[in-house]
């Protein structure tokens, strides 16, 4: 039992451990910078640039909210179905509670699609 825990912990140690290695020494080997700003700028076809960059338009948003809720239920809905009559009510109402919560996000995506038509 004690061999599991100290396993767990190894593994865990290990995956916080090889990530943070790498930026580590990404880090200081990386070239150091002067900052020219003409250099260090975006290119856009000899045009200037015009917004901020982190401006993202959440136009596929509601597709991913009406698309990945069904994807998910229904592979969790295909492993959970077969062994629902032995795993008992719990998994029942786990069911019952991920296609309302697929519901759900589906009806909030579709608001969202409708209110996106409604001002174009």
Same mark, same amino acid.
């Given at each position: ?8 912990? *190894?593994? @865990?140690? *290990? ?5 943070? #290695?790498?930026? +580590?020494? #990404?880090?200081? /080997?990386? %070239?150091? #910078?002067? $900052?020219? %700003? ?6 856009? #076809? ?6 901020? @960059? ?12 009406? *698309? /990945? ?7 969790? /809905? ?6 629902? $009559? +032995?795993?008992?009510?719990?998994? $029942?109402? /786990?069911? +019952? $509670?991920?296609? @309302?919560?697929?519901?759900?996000? @589906? ?14």
């Amino acid at each position: 039992m004690l061999y599991n825990y100290v396993a767990l912990a *190894f593994f @865990a140690l *290990f995956a916080v451990f090889i990530p943070a #290695s790498f930026i +580590i020494a #990404s880090k200081l /080997l990386q %070239p150091k #910078s002067r $900052g020219n %700003p003409v250099k260090n700028a975006p290119y856009e #076809s000899a045009e200037k640039t015009v917004g901020y @960059a982190r401006d993202l338009d959440i136009e596929y948003l509601p597709f991913f909210m009406l *698309f /990945l809720p069904f994807e998910v239920a229904a592979v969790l /809905l295909l492993v959970w179905g077969p062994v629902a $009559g +032995i795993a008992g009510r719990t998994t $029942g109402l /786990l069911m +019952i $509670g991920l296609l @309302a919560m697929a519901t759900a996000l @589906a009806l909030a995506g579709y608001y969202m699609i409708g209110e996106k038509d409604a001002r174009a």
